[in-house]
């Protein structure tokens, strides 16, 4: 059986954000299930990285751990992806990171810079042109993605076989396990269900110009954005104008976040591209309501769980965001979970 070596560049990162969470959650959660295969017929996997870092994981009980020396003047990728190399092993990028290494398999959450070229920078758009040729030239390359509308646009983009292409979602589970921290309450000065929230990165795709216009039109009532500024961007900047009732939170913490979404009215989400979406799922799951863009995948994740509005034309009436519908709210949530991704995953490296 193969070696497996995963790739622990994100999970050296103390701050979390989406592609961060999927990282700990499919390795801690893929831990789990390796314990219930008998020994000699569990798969080896690894995760490398590199020591002069710490892994941001709690023990694991069948993962082998592998720090791995630093090199002079060489990227992170490249020290993880020799030591792959040298033991014949899959490597598994947890990340859209190019690496020349024709064995391995690699998560794109999604192909936003190969089809929307003004939302990222230059340099990441680079990144993403340069695994698209390395994936038409080696057939053996295997893509995870988290969504089926992803799953179509990395065919069609990238020019690959769908069989080389596996679905594997995100989940919600995460979020029961966090404490609240309420203190954020008190700092920005919001009274318990006495505000909208929105939750990502300031980038241009998460269209925050949207809430900037639900602003203008309900200045008595106060939004909140939530996300730090992200550089891969391009340098794109929010023009938030004279809405002294918008908060811009800048990075919180996942026990702030929680207390945010705990206690908000409802989650906008007004996306003008998405992978997948984790805030809306998250706030379904501690009872909050939602209304989301209705592009991409939003449909195909959250279907009669949310209110859909269109993101290119100006703003909704907060009275037309209703509460879910219990049976499809309970569905998603019984769908999208980190224990059926991480049993996807396990079910992907058992086929190589």
């Known amino acids: ?18 592609v961060e969470r999927y990282n700990y959650e499919i390795v801690t959660r893929l831990d789990r299930l390796l314990i219930t295969i008998n020994a000699e017929e569990r798969p080896d996997i690894r995760i490398c990285y590199l020591a002069d870092e710490q892994l941001q994981l709690p023990k694991l009980q069948c993962i082998r751990v592998v720090p791995l020396e630093r090199r002079a003047a060489r990227s992170k990728s490249k020290d993880i992806c020799d030591y792959a190399r040298k033991n014949k092993a899959i490597l598994v990028n947890l990340a859209p990171r190019f690496i020349t290494y024709a064995k391995q398999i690699i998560t794109l ?30 057939p053996g390359i295997r893509v995870v993605t988290i969504s089926k509308y992803q799953k179509r646009r990395i065919h069609s983009l990238c020019g690959i076989a769908a069989k080389r292409i596996a679905v594997i979602g995100c989940g919600w589970e995460h979020i029961d396990s966090i404490q609240s921290d309420d203190s954020v309450l008190d700092r920005l000065g ?7 929230l929105a939750i990502g990165s300031i980038a241009c795709h998460k269209n925050y110009e949207w809430l900037v216009r639900m602003a ?13 500024e992200n550089a891969l961007k391009g340098g794109y900047r929010l023009e938030h104008g004279n809405t002294p009732n918008l908060i811009l939170t800048g990075y919180v913490s996942e026990e702030e976040k929680k207390a945010l979404l705990e206690n908000c009215t409802a989650l906008l989400h007004p996306s003008k591209y998405e992978g997948f979406g984790i805030p809306p799922l998250e706030a379904l799951a501690l009872g909050r309501k939602i209304a989301v863009s209705d592009v991409c995948c939003m449909k195909e994740i959250y279907r009669k769980s949310a209110t859909y509005f269109d993101p290119d ?17 309970k569905k998603v949530l019984q769908k999208y979970t980190w224990e059926n991704a991480a049993s996807g995953w396990l079910e992907l490296l058992k086929s190589l």
Request: aromatic share 12%.
């Open 109 to 138: 959450y999604d192909v936003r810079p190969l089809e929307k070229e003004h939302y990222d920078s230059f340099r990441y758009r680079v990144n993403f042109l340069l695994i698209r040729a390395w994936l038409k030239m080696h």
């Open 313 to 329: 034309h100006g703003a909704i009436s907060l009275q037309e965001i209703e509460n879910a519908d219990p049976e499809e709210e």
């Open 1 to 18: 059986m193969s070696i497996i070596v995963i790739s622990g560049v994100e999970l050296c990162r103390k701050e979390i954000s989406g």
């Open 190 to 196: 919001l009274a318990k269900e006495g505000y909208y």
């Open 216 to 228: 203008e039109k309900y200045p008595a009532e106060k939004f909140v954005i939530a996300g730090r």
